[in-house]
């Protein structure tokens, strides 16, 4: 029987605290844009919750990766986990309106944590399976995400109903408190064994590798898409479907479905496709998925038709999302990965906010159905140039070696 990256101690307890920290996250991510709605009955306040949840990604990417590459990144991750905690407690002094500099101050904090959090466990990651498991590891992780997203959301919405912020607060607070013990748990200073432990000399990298330069093309295709299904959805249930808040609720929430499928697929099957292959069919396959749906109401507007699509569509985003995450830990040595992933965030949540702003300036101009259409071939494109990645390997039997620094990435 194969072992899986489970049987592995170290990566159990991360994977075991992700889950945790994941469902923590949305848990507030989505009560605090709610509140702020609750608080101003302005959605344009509300939008700016939003925003404020994104400008740290794009800000401190870069910097997040750099300190994954000097620091340890298991005492890091504890270290942003505690300070996820302790930033909750100004919420306890919200109560008005006039209290929204103290909401959009913990947001900024917690999306700030969350920016610092992705590029150390992403780097992490691959020191604690062998790398002809990373595959299966990285669905494990996709898996959590999903699971995460689908408790946390409907735990913050449900909470905040039900009970109001204070037990949101200590919930939250309980979440980050037993992710930092798992994640201490892990054995310090762990390192992948086949590469140098030398400290690359300067502090910045230069993309000099071919592989991941496609890589961050990639990210930056899907993640203008990203932010164009974000802004325009709502509208297309309501125009195209004739749907409300139940519908749209729905039709996201469903997606998960098959995110978990495919990801539990991938973690336990004998053999799984090289991460390139996972890329590019899966950016394709929803690429196709995507155009079946916006343009499915010229056939029918039945609901359970779109429920059925968007179950399919979870697939090809789970497999993309994690041939890209592999990919991209196969092409950088352990010196700079964490720099890698910083700037990998940064790229794709500011082209998010480049789809964002051309859907919100384009869309009454052109029309909503053209620019979801553009979401659609953004997708095709980011599968088509994933196949200048490509070669023949599967990582079941053939395990590829680390990529060298020389013709990945290079300090300087």
Known sequence: MKQGPLAH??????????????????????????????????????SFAFLVELAPAVLLGPVAGHLADRWDRRRMLVGITAVQAVALLPLLLVHDRGDLPVLYAVIAVEAAM???????????????????????????VGLN??????????????????????????????????????????????????????????????????????????AALAGCAQGIFAVLFVVW?????????TETGLLRGVQAIGSIGLGLLLATARRTPGPATL???????????????????AVTDALPVYIALFILVGAPGIAMLTGLISLLQQETTDQVRGRVFGVFGAIFDGSSGVGMLAAGLLADRIGIMPMLDLQAALYLAAGATALLLIRPNWSGPVIRKPARRSDVVHPH
Do not use: M
């Not at 249930?237 to 808040?245: C, F, K």
């Open 9 to 46: 101690r170290d990566f159990r307890r991360l994977w075991l605290a992700g889950f945790i920290s994941d469902t923590g996250d949305w848990l507030l991510l989505v009560a605090l844009p709610i509140l702020v709605f609750q608080l101003t009955g302005s959605p344009l306040q509300t």
């Open 114 to 140: 969350l920016t610092l959090f992705g590029p150390a466990k992403n780097a992490l990651l691959p020191t604690l399976v062998p790398p002809e498991q990373l595959v299966a590891a990285n669905s494990l």
């Open 145 to 218: 995400q999903n699971l995460g997203r689908l408790v946390g959301g409907a735990l913050g919405g449900l909470l905040l109903t039900l009970s109001g912020l204070p037990v949101i607060v200590v919930v939250d607070l309980v979440t980050f408190a037993v992710a930092a013990v798992l994640i201490a748990g892990i054995a310090p200073g762990a390192r992948a064994v086949t590469e140098t432990h030398q400290e690359p000399a300067g502090g910045g990298i230069a993309f000099g590798g071919r592989r991941i330069r496609i890589g961050l093309a990639i």
């Open 237 to 245: 249930v309501v125009r195209e479907l004739g749907g409300g808040a």
């Open 279 to 297: 890329v590019a069919a899966g950016a394709g396959a929803f690429g196709l998925l995507s155009f079946a749906v916006w343009n499915g109401p």
